[in-house]
């Protein structure tokens, strides 16, 4: 079975690959459409540590599970498989347990093959009004949605997403449902038609007098914090998407004098993705740079690595 | 006129210095009590690039200003002294004032001298009950207790304070009245008889295994914050309360992966605090290591600047 793989030096593909035994209470999903995300390209080089197959982002068929109900259905899927005895668990932090994988990010195989296993309670129903094209973005646009839960944003507030790439892109969506003016600033305006409430600015063109309420930092870069904490007003909120695969050095004095909120994002709820595609209107079909099937999945990882590319789709034989 | 002034090299008596005019608004005050704050310590390093008279704890009396009914009023003000004219000060942001002076830390003399001015607005009285003893603590209380309003704080949380100086010592005293465990991690333990609520460990008995929802980073040390985030369960608050003089590198991937938010916190509400201290059952007298009349000025910052000393207080005339 074709599967792209990390072996902790290069991304390759395998062509006989052995998929993971199913384990018990998951199901077996074969691969329709899956994205390729800047987290996976991290990981290509070497962040966290991660060895095995690459992918998280999918829409796929189960083909196998113990639930019937759930046999044949079109699902996507949360990518945290939590062990469900550990203390996080039992608090309900499922998504911060203690002893979770990871699908294609830690100690568990992703969906860059043609087909993977996943706990069935994970997964959600992608609705028949939503194709796969729009079905695999949820989980990217779930966690564009989990800002939403973290920051109580008023109407009136500024907004500004710095980074205007796959994820940022999303992110400023999902807010101008709740804000008047989001400004996504970025070096490649006018690649997506967005609403009138999202002002793409190019980062070059920003005037530095600037202050925004609530500034979403997903640049990818590690200088994106110090720039978020300049155009943030006093008791404004900082919203780190990036996770900077090393180390950097930075002045937080003004996170304290002007007691700014720094606030980690990673997953959303799937189910309030969903529920967004189902009722339509973002306008995600213009964020496809390319498709590629499995076969050529280093070029598509290639693709998506060069620079102004957005989303990447790799497609399964079921596609 | 007595002042203790840093110009730039090292903090000096000045006998004669002029003390600023009173401007319009505002009052004139006598100092009685004046605590030396590690802010203080800071300044006088350089940091913020400050000039002039330093210190901005105090308890002091009116003795010029317009308004009649606050003439010989025991009081203790707010450090912030804002324009009300700029956008900040418009939406109520005053303690954020764009253009604002801090009392003895930005374009402003402060209380280490016989009088100085605030604007009496910045000014609250002083119940009889409340002796110029723990009066003196409104200002290092009153940023204690800004952690609650920006904290939603329930009881059966897990708290950490890392620090046991003279404001970690506070917020660990202000946090137990919400929270059933606080825990203190510091260098001095015993130096104060705590309510039950909060546990004193000494920094390197600390199971690294223990981990807080709510860490209160007190430390004044540029390590501060690496170790909270060690110490904080995913979803939970991190509190800064240190503005190191410097920037330092620090890997805030954890802060993304658990979803973590940092809170920079700065000054209170003056009127929180002297309730406070006006209901009693703070140990506070316990925090005074010390007392030096306004000449000896210099011998009390140095006794401040030692390693293990709580709070140096600095007597005006009228102590």
């Known amino acids: 079975m074709p ?19 199913r384990g018990p209470g998951e199901a077996r999903i074969r691969l329709r459409l899956a994205g390729v995300c800047s987290t996976d390209l991290e990981l290509a080089k070497g962040y966290l540590g991660f060895r095995g197959v690459l992918g998280h982002e999918f829409v796929g068929d189960v083909v196998e599970c ?9 699902v996507v ?16 932090l499922e998504r911060h347990c203690r002893a979770r994988t990871v699908l294609g990010i830690a100690g568990r195989d992703g969906v ?5 296993t996943l706990p069935e309670r994970n997964l959600v129903r992608v609705p028949d009004r939503v194709p796969d094209e729009l079905a695999v973005f949820a ?4 966690a564009a949605t989990r800002i939403l839960e973290q920051v109580d944003l008023l109407p009136w507030q500024r907004v500004a997403v710095l980074g205007d790439g796959k994820l940022g892109i999303l992110c400023a969506l999902v807010l101008a449902e709740r804000a008047h003016s989001v400004t996504l600033v970025g070096r490649h305006p006018g690649r997506v038609r967005f609403p009138i ?8 063109s920003l005037d530095p007098r600037e202050r925004f ?11 994106g914090l110090a720039a978020a904490l300049r155009l943030v007003n006093p008791l404004g909120a900082v919203v780190l998407k990036t996770t900077c695969a090393a180390p950097h050095e930075i002045d937080l004095a003004p996170v304290v004098i002007d007691e700014v909120r720094v606030i980690g994002s990673r997953c959303g709820d799937l189910n309030e993705a969903i529920k967004r595609l189902e009722a339509g209107g973002l306008p995600l079909q213009q964020l496809v740079a390319a498709r590629f099937p499995l076969a050529d999945g280093t070029a598509a990882l290639a693709r998506a690595g060069e620079p102004g590319v957005l989303k990447v789709l790799i497609e399964g034989s079921r596609s």
Chains 1, 2 share one sequence.
């Open 213 to 223: 309420d609530v500034v979403i930092e997903a640049t990818g870069s590690r200088d």
């Open 139 to 142: 989980e990217p646009l779930a």
């Open 112 to 116: 860059f093959q043609d087909s993977f």
């Open 3 to 21: 599967a792209l793989v990390f072996d902790g030096r290069a991304v390759n593909l395998q062509k006989d690959r052995e998929p993971a035994p």
């Open 197 to 204: 409430a999202v002002q793409e600015v190019p980062a070059e």
């Open 77 to 92: 899927g949360g990518i945290n498989c939590a062990c469900l005895a550990c203390d996080r668990c039992s608090q309900g």
């Open 66 to 74: 113990s639930d019937p109900a759930l046999l044949g259905a079109r």
